[in-house]
């Protein structure tokens, strides 16, 4: 029974198939299996009926025979034409022959129970053919011959009923069978169709939402791109300004060294003199090492992003730290350095960003403070941070020179000893203290001294 049903199925696929070329679109295909279908049967039926009349030993006039076996004559036609490709034609073919060859029994005076099927041809033209003409031209025929021998032609000399009642009824039967397929498989192939545009809606509305998903990813690389390619432009900028200044910056130091080394090779100088100059000269290395260092902590922050691993300090126990590494520097320009803060005041930071923090703030107060100045350290505890001050009795800044710290921009400073300055070690600070949650503030004024002051958190959380 498998077998069997297997072979129908694949029986009526083939059928289906007869004539599909890949240039039909989807439902130009499903349409041509239906008619293909149609036309199957209307071929079993043209020759069971013939059998049913000979197996029932009825004497039939010869033009009734002619109609009993037309259509199996014009449905396998009909295949053959769409076998070859000739849609149009095969559709015409059916929707002329069929009910020109049918009124030609009635125009017979014969009446064999047969004028359903001008109805169904008339219905199936509609779904079936593609032009407009042609449609109305097999739509009218077929409504015209249904309308003349229904209404017109009343005078039959043979009447199928008054015969066999049985066959006339069976005509009506296969007639009304035949409307029901052909409407039921319009309505289905319809229904699959509606259904596969719907889906196909459904997967064109989910391909342009992905579209749209991508082009907006697109546009956020894009800005990112953009972006970034602003900030490497930038930095190019940053990078060859710094260098320029910090190759003209290193100049003085190392000429001044090897001036020194030059007297004391050419002229033999005592060491009195060498004495005297000896000051001057660590002066001018002791910048340049504090230049360098400043450099390799950015070029490290700008290779490596330089996370930071945040702990808890003494704020108050760093300053004391650094104020001991600094005392030289300041005891040379006599300077005095004061920690105000007493008690501990906790901060939750990398250790060696504040220090550099730190140390920079103070080196460049001590650099701007004129002999017998004062630089005063405290840290005070806040609601959850920490503020730290680093103020000086220094030459203070002018607003265009606070707005180039604003700015990060570098530029050579020289301290009240002639002291070189880039505001390379300023930016860094600003950076490390944003990413251990912190920020710099500045108040300065020309003859007032200045005040650099930054917050930390207390705990592991970053400020508003």
Same mark, same amino acid.
């Given at each position: 029974? $498998?077998?069997?049903?297997?072979?129908?199925?694949?029986?009526?696929?083939?059928?289906?198939?007869?004539?599909? &070329?890949?240039?039909?679109?989807?439902?130009?295909?499903?349409?041509?299996?239906?008619?293909?279908?149609?036309?199957?049967?209307?071929?079993?039926?043209?020759?069971? +009926?013939?059998?049913?009349?000979?197996?029932?030993?009825?004497?039939?006039?010869?033009?009734?025979?002619?109609?009993?076996? %037309?259509?199996?004559?014009?449905?396998?036609?009909?295949? @053959?034409?769409?076998?070859?490709?000739?849609?149009?034609?095969?559709?015409?073919?059916?929707?002329?022959?069929?009910?020109?060859?049918?009124?030609?029994?009635?125009?017979?005076?014969?009446?064999?129970?047969?004028?359903?099927?001008?109805?169904?041809?008339? +219905?199936? &033209?509609?779904?079936?053919?593609?032009?407009?003409?042609? +449609?109305?031209?097999?739509?009218?025929? &077929?409504?015209?011959? @249904?309308?003349?021998?229904? #209404?017109?032609?009343?005078?039959?000399?043979?009447?199928?009923?008054?015969?066999?009642?049985?066959? @006339?009824?069976?005509?009506?039967?296969?007639?009304?069978?035949?409307?029901?397929?052909?409407?039921?498989?319009?309505?289905? =192939?319809?229904?699959?169709?509606?259904?596969?545009?719907?889906?196909?809606?459904?997967?064109? =509305?989910?391909?342009?939402?992905?579209?749209?998903?991508?082009?907006?990813?697109?546009?956020?690389?894009?800005?990112?791109?953009?972006?970034? #390619?602003?900030?490497?432009?930038?930095?190019?900028?940053?990078?060859?300004? /710094?260098?320029?200044?910090?190759?003209?910056?290193?100049?003085?130091?190392?000429?001044?060294?090897?001036?020194?080394?030059?007297?004391?090779?050419?002229?033999?100088?005592?060491?009195?003199?060498?004495?005297?100059?000896?000051?001057?000269?660590?002066?001018?290395?002791? !910048? $340049? #090492?504090?230049? *360098?260092?400043?450099?390799?902590?950015?070029?490290?922050?700008? *290779?490596?992003?330089?996370?930071?691993?945040?702990?808890?300090?003494?704020?108050?126990?760093?300053?004391?730290?650094?104020?001991?590494?600094?005392?030289?520097?300041?005891?040379?320009?006599?300077? !005095?350095?004061?920690?105000?803060?007493?008690?501990?005041?906790?901060?939750?930071?990398?250790?060696? *960003?504040?220090?550099?923090?730190?140390?920079?703030?103070?080196?460049?107060?001590?650099?701007? $403070?004129?002999?017998?100045?004062? +630089?005063? /350290?405290?840290?005070?505890?806040?609601?959850?941070?920490?503020?730290?001050?680093?103020?000086?009795?220094?030459?203070?800044?002018?607003?265009?020179?606070?707005?180039?710290?604003?700015?990060?921009?570098? @530029? $050579?400073?020289?301290?009240?000893?002639?002291?070189?300055?880039?505001?390379?070690?300023?930016? /860094?600070?600003?950076?490390?203290?944003?990413?251990?949650?912190?920020?710099?503030?500045? =108040? %300065?004024?020309?003859?007032?001294?200045?005040?650099?002051?930054?917050v930390l958190p207390q705990e592991g959380q970053a400020l508003n």
């Amino acid at each position: 029974m $498998t077998l069997l049903f297997q072979y129908v199925n694949r029986m009526f696929h083939s059928i289906r198939m007869n004539g599909v &070329s890949p240039v039909l679109d989807e439902y130009e295909k499903r349409k041509l299996g239906v008619f293909n279908l149609l036309n199957f049967f209307g071929f079993l039926s043209g020759i069971i +009926v013939p059998l049913a009349g000979i197996f029932d030993n009825q004497h039939l006039p010869p033009l009734a025979w002619v109609v009993a076996i %037309s259509p199996a004559l014009i449905s396998i036609s009909v295949l @053959y034409l769409n076998y070859r490709g000739r849609y149009e034609i095969a559709r015409m073919v059916y929707f002329v022959l069929y009910p020109v060859i049918t009124s030609l029994v009635y125009a017979a005076k014969i009446d064999v129970g047969i004028e359903l099927f001008f109805i169904l041809y008339g +219905v199936l &033209s509609v779904f079936f053919l593609r032009r407009i003409v042609n +449609v109305l031209l097999s739509f009218t025929l &077929s409504i015209a011959c @249904y309308l003349a021998v229904f #209404t017109l032609w009343q005078d039959y000399s043979f009447r199928l009923v008054e015969v066999n009642h049985a066959f @006339y009824f069976f005509n009506h039967l296969i007639a009304a069978v035949c409307i029901f397929l052909g409407l039921f498989m319009i309505k289905k =192939e319809n229904a699959r169709y509606q259904s596969n545009l719907i889906r196909k809606k459904d997967e064109l =509305e989910t391909s342009n939402l992905e579209i749209r998903e991508q082009k907006l990813e697109i546009a956020v690389k894009a800005a990112k791109l953009q972006q970034q #390619t602003h900030e490497l432009q930038e930095l190019d900028a940053l990078k060859n300004k /710094l260098f320029s200044i910090i190759a003209h910056d290193l100049k003085t130091p190392i000429y001044a060294l090897r001036n020194l080394f030059r007297n004391m090779e050419q002229y033999d100088l005592p060491g009195d003199e060498i004495k005297l100059m000896v000051p001057d000269v660590v002066q001018d290395l002791n !910048y $340049t #090492t504090g230049l *360098m260092e400043n450099l390799l902590q950015w070029a490290k922050s700008q *290779m490596q992003s330089a996370p930071a691993n945040p702990q808890l300090l003494d704020i108050r126990e760093m300053m004391n730290e650094v104020a001991a590494l600094l005392r030289l520097q300041a005891e040379s320009k006599r300077v !005095y350095l004061e920690i105000k803060s007493q008690e501990p005041v906790y901060i939750y930071a990398d250790r060696d *960003m504040i220090n550099l923090v730190l140390r920079n703030l103070i080196s460049n107060a001590i650099k701007f $403070t004129p002999e017998h100045g004062y +630089v005063f /350290l405290n840290a005070e505890n806040k609601e959850s941070f920490a503020e730290i001050f680093v103020q000086d009795t220094g030459t203070g800044m002018n607003d265009e020179t606070l707005q180039r710290i604003n700015r990060n921009e570098f @530029y $050579t400073t020289k301290g009240t000893a002639n002291e070189s300055g880039t505001g390379l070690g300023l930016m /860094l600070c600003k950076e490390f203290l944003v990413k251990n949650g912190g920020r710099m503030f500045v =108040e %300065s004024a020309p003859g007032k001294g200045s005040v650099f002051s930054f917050v930390l958190p207390q705990e592991g959380q970053a400020l508003n």
